[in-house]
């Protein structure tokens, strides 16, 4: 099929038939989102931008082949909540989550992930003060 499709051209309606959109929202794209549609191949008659079909599809190939690459987002861990314990409003998915799984309200959780984060201003536990002997 590839052998086929190598001389094969198309405009916004084309590519509006490979990327399931209205070829309005691809022109607008093309202006304002260039990096989410393909580079153009050939520019046409008035200049219209066409795209070499084969060109196209590899393109979608090597980008969906990018795109699985991407390392996934890390799971909210222990310490992110500690260092989050101070915020205000409303809790992001992955705290309410969290909470759930241990049985608790957010605000309980941040409770005692605040507890649970040493200050600054809190002395170590292992450090002797003068005067005490150990």
């Known amino acids: 099929?590839?052998?086929?499709?190598?001389?094969l051209t198309c405009g916004y309606e084309g590519l509006g038939v490979i990327f399931q959109k209205?070829?309005?929202?691809?022109?607008?794209?093309?202006?304002?989102?260039?990096?989410?549609?393909p580079p153009p191949s050939i520019v046409g008659v008035k200049g219209r931008p066409l795209?070499?079909?084969?060109?196209?599809?590899?393109?979608?190939?090597?980008?969906?082949?990018k795109e699985g690459q991407k390392r996934q987002q890390p799971a909210l861990t222990?310490?992110?909540l500690n260092a989050r314990a101070h915020w205000k409003?409303?809790?992001?998915?992955?705290?309410?989550?969290?909470?759930?799984?241990?049985?608790?309200?957010?605000?309980?959780?941040?409770?005692r992930n605040a507890a649970?984060?040493?200050r600054?201003?809190?002395p170590d536990p292992g450090q002797v003060k003068d005067g005490e002997a150990g």
């Open 1 to 7: 099929m590839e052998q086929k499709l190598e001389g």
């Open 22 to 37: 209205a070829p309005s929202t691809l022109k607008s794209d093309f202006s304002r989102k260039p990096e989410t549609l």
């Open 51 to 65: 795209w070499i079909v084969a060109d196209v599809l590899d393109w979608i190939r090597a980008r969906k082949l």
């Open 78 to 80: 222990a310490s992110m």
């Open 89 to 111: 409003g409303a809790p992001k998915k992955q705290e309410r989550l969290a909470a759930e799984r241990l049985g608790i309200s957010v605000r309980e959780m941040r409770r």
């Open 116 to 118: 649970a984060v040493p």
């Open 120 to 122: 600054a201003s809190d």
